[in-house]
């Protein structure tokens, strides 16, 4: 097992839950380093499994596709809701609404019969002001616990210096690992305001590719060539990479290394937004959880206003909302971005360009995901006929 790759190690893993069909799963982010095939093929059998299915996912489309009830961590207790995760947050958002509506209602009528215990509490009207009092109490509104689901704001600012037409121009690109090719004489240009998703199955050269675009790793063959005033932030899959977790560095020293000119209450601004309140933003690097280090990373990013984000597997270790609002700031966004991702809801919710790894051959596509599959599958079909 030491001796394969983390993805693999996982499957194998996976393998071994499923292998033998028992009474019930228990699954704990189960998509975490599975490549959409991978995701597709679990999903169907999950659909025809017979037991009982408890899973753990910050995958939407996923917990969309199989679950049948969700049961939801908040408000510092667990609510079982029918249906899928889409129809939790449609269900949980009303009734929210509809207890902050009637508490509000409760306070305007409490606020009338105040009035009126003021006007007539020392006049002969006693028996009415004492009805009144008596309701007062009675319509004290329900004390409603705040939400302990916390979603960071990202918003990617204005870089300070806008990119030229042409980001990157790339030319009979080639890379492999010894026999294995996993880019082969590609080419393409990218332009300022692109919004990629580069998908494919894992091996197939994703983070390859992102380390070319990001001058992390030299080509084999073939060129890259920056357009004007480039800018690149970048996001690796390793978060080790540009975390340091052997020394005694804060998220704070580390944010503010990224940007010296940076006034402290910028940085401590940038590490509110990314969920570090207080004394946290003073957590040493070596304590930080996996979806910790990944927001600080962005964190980075929003702080340093690169013109060009390249971020590889940025949803790992994120939870839902920390997604939801990563796909906001990216579409958002009025740059060039380039995102490799498993996260079919993240993908969605940003790109208009995709770039497929597949056996060995890249497709560049213009189009959303949804469109890039519909194409697909309507190929597979249209061979099966023939």
Same mark, same amino acid.
């Given at each position: 097992?030491?001796? !394969? +790759? ?17 009474? #019930?799963?228990?699954?704990?982010? +189960?998509? @975490? ?5 991978? !995701?597709?093929?679990? &999903? ?21 596709? /199989? ?10 207790? !667990?609510? %079982?809701?029918?249906? @899928? ?27 009338? =019969?105040?009035? *009126? ?23 004290? +509104? ?11 704001? /990202? $918003? ?29 004489? *590609? ?8 919004? !990629?998703? /580069?998908?494919?199955? @894992?091996?197939?050269?994703?983070? %390859? ?19 004007? @005033? ?5 996001? +690796? ?23 010296? /000119? #940076? ?7 940038? =590490? ?13 690097? $070596? ?16 702080? %340093? ?12 270790? =994120?939870?839902? &909302? ?13 740059? %060039? ?5 498993h996260d079919r809801e993240l993908i969605s919710g940003f790109a208009t360009k995709i770039i497929a790894l597949e056996q060995g051959q890249i497709h560049v596509f213009e189009g959303t995901l949804d469109e890039y599959l519909a194409k697909k599958q309507a190929g597979a079909s249209a061979k099966k006929r023939?």
């Open positions: 097992m030491s001796e !394969i +790759p983390t993805d693999r190690q996982f499957r194998v893993l996976l393998c071994q839950a499923l292998f033998g069909n028992p009474d #019930a799963l228990l699954l704990d982010e +189960p998509t @975490n380093h599975l490549d959409l095939e991978s !995701i597709s093929w679990l &999903e169907e059998f999950l659909l025809h499994y017979k037991g009982i299915l408890v899973v753990v996912s910050h995958d939407r489309h996923f917990l969309n596709a /199989i679950c049948t009830d969700i049961a939801d961590l908040d408000y510092e207790t !667990i609510i %079982t809701y029918p249906g @899928n995760y889409d129809a939790m947050l449609v269900t949980k958002t009303a009734v929210r609404a509809r207890a902050e509506d009637e508490n509000k209602a409760k306070e305007k009528k409490i606020s009338q =019969l105040k009035e *009126f215990v003021a006007k007539f509490g020392a006049g002969t009207r006693a028996s009415q002001v004492q009805s009144r009092v008596r309701e007062i109490d009675r319509l004290q +509104p329900q004390d409603l616990k705040k939400s302990n689901i916390l979603r960071p704001y /990202i $918003r990617f600012s204005n870089p300070e210096k806008q990119a030229g037409q042409v980001v990157f121009k790339i030319n009979g690109l080639s890379k492999g690992y010894g026999e294995n090719k996993v880019i082969s004489k *590609f080419s393409a240009e990218i332009h300022r305001g692109d919004k !990629i998703a /580069i998908i494919g199955n @894992n091996g197939q050269g994703k983070t %390859t590719l992102l380390k070319l675009l990001a001058g992390v790793t030299a080509p084999d063959a073939g060129s890259i060539t920056k357009g004007n @005033n480039i800018d690149i932030g970048y996001f +690796p899959q390793n978060h080790g990479d540009v975390l340091n977790k052997h020394t005694d560095e804060t998220a704070f020293d580390w944010l503010k290394n990224r940007k010296a /000119i #940076a006034y402290d209450q910028d940085v401590r601004g940038v =590490l509110g937004r990314m969920l570090f309140g207080g004394d946290d933003a003073f957590k040493p690097l $070596r304590n930080l959880s996996g979806g910790e280090a990944a927001r600080l990373i962005v964190g980075g990013l929003l702080l %340093t206003t690169p013109n060009v984000l390249l971020m590889d597997e940025p949803n790992n270790h =994120l939870d839902l &909302e920390a997604v939801s609002a990563l796909a906001v700031g990216l579409s958002g966004f009025k740059e %060039t971005v380039i995102v490799a991702s023939s």
